[in-house]
């Protein structure tokens, strides 16, 4: 538990309450407060309230999946939510969802034994060192664009909508594995160009929520 403790405090400090979440219910800081006990994968682990997504979840017990949710600039946890607070305000994020990785192939061999059959000829390079792809008209990711980047510590494979303006509705997602599990990450296209910071960020916080028992 020291450890996750510490891996959040040096990822950064809670948003400000200016930009919270729209909800029911009035909720209040003290909610958020303290930890939950989940099973999940095997493992017993205490999670900070203020992580969880999904406010069911933070109930504890056996869980398929652990949803998280993260300011992309710093990882810190997210404000907790107000109904007073208009949903144009919602604050940007990014979302962690964690499960033991199954019989789910490998993110590399997805990308070489999957995306890279139904490629067009259409690529470009694009900020950050990423490459993108289109996919060819009649194959099943023919409404997205996949974005490659090497050199960080994983393979970086993201999917994003093809249509700028479902791309305000719609997250890119990009797939890490660590530990045993598959840690999907959900986050606006807007921040493709910082792919390797989030990527690692990513496993930094995915390996002290999986180490907190």
Known sequence: MKQLVLAIGFLGVALGANAALLMRKETTREE????????IGGRNLDIPRALFRDRAQMA??????LDLAVSPFDFSPLPPPSPKVARDLIPDSVTLSIAPKGDAPDPAD?????YA???SRENWSNPGGLVMRRFRAGTPYEDRE???GAGGTKLFVALCPVDVVAREIEPCTATVRQDGFDIEMRFHARHLPDWRRLTNATVKLASAVLAAR
């Open 117 to 119: 059959r139904f490629f």
């Open 32 to 39: 958020f407060a303290g930890t939950s006990r989940v099973f």
């Open 60 to 65: 504890g017990g056996r869980l398929d999946r």
């Open 110 to 114: 997805m990308f070489q034994n999957v």
């Open 146 to 148: 996949i974005y490659i």
